[in-house]
């Protein structure tokens, strides 16, 4: 056999290659994938991966977007539980321009009405200048409720703030002087002012100190300030149904929480799928490896999928495909989604950082050889970003 080796040629996505049949028994092909503006994937959840400079990597979000945080039951979470928290840009604290959570800390949801009695939206409550947090269930609280009197001179210290612990850096409690400002800015006069501003501060009631029970879901909204006013009392923003006023309550008692952040910058999304157009090889194949070459922190799982059409029909599903390492060949995965002989190929990558880095997918390479007797007649064609060596 005449075996000819073609020069090393490179072509973005968007154009094809047709080499003719009488060059074309050749062996040790591969794919070159370049990941840029006219990239022809698809990306999920939408918006959470960016495509730029030849790289996908996670998506940076600004104060308005919506942003994930899985907590942990501990000395601050009373329960596991992932939160998908709105955000909302805003000067009436008086302070500048900071970024506010739009639910209450810990909630599942955004509260339905200004007397919203319910606990999903309710959220969590704490005491004054402590980490641990409380639910309560209408059964009681989650920890045992235990402490029944505060009596320091301190405000709440920022080791304490549940914002930050939670959040992370940057997230902290507004100061009595940020919820006055926002209060006589806004102009609130009771709850339904509250919940009718952009911050939807509803009535989710507060726990009572001398045994932690809420009888008040639908009648009083209480936030907790940084501030302390005495040695047993502190500052926060109390409403109800004809009224709306900075108080000065018992630090033993539970209140909700609203964070805010200086900086309008929320990090990066946690994770993002990003998923290649169909590959083709230039016949029938037996697929070889893959191997990825990225930059940055996080990481990067791989897996991959062999076709019968250009539309991947009747493809096994993603959710059925192993994962591979870098330089690994396809087929080692488990289970194994990659069948030789099918001309059609596809990847998928995973990115996940912790939100403060992203790692960066650069460049993919897939390996093949042509199996002579089936190259189609008339040449084969390569589409995509194709490396032929």
Known sequence: MNIKKLPALIYSLSLSLLIPASQALAYNFSIFHTLDSDFN???TPSGQLTVANNSVALTSMTCGDNFQKNHTVGV?????????YGTVAST????????WITRNLGADQQATSATDATEPSAGWFWQFNRKQGYKENGLGTIPSWTITAINENSNWASANDPCTLLLGTDWRLPTSAELTNAKTTAGWANYNDTYASIFKLHAAGFLTSNNGRND???QYGRFWSSNQGANTTAYLLHFYNTGCIISNFDKAQGYSLRCIKD?????????????????VAGGASNWGTIAWTRSGTGTITMKARSCVDINCTGATAWTSCGTINSGDFMDWAVPKCVTNLQRFIQYQATLTGDTTTTPSLDSVTLTYDIIPDAI???????????KIW
């Open 376 to 386: 189609f007649s008339g040449g084969f064609k390569f589409l995509g970003s194709v």
């Open 263 to 279: 900086s309008l910058g929320l990090g990066y999304y946690p994770t993002g799928t990003y998923t290649s157009p169909v590959l």
């Open 76 to 84: 601050v979470a009373p329960v596991d539980k992932t939160v998908t």
């Open 41 to 43: 994937g698809t990306i």
């Open 216 to 218: 008040y879901q639908g």
């Open 92 to 99: 009436l604290g008086g302070t500048g321009n900071k970024c």
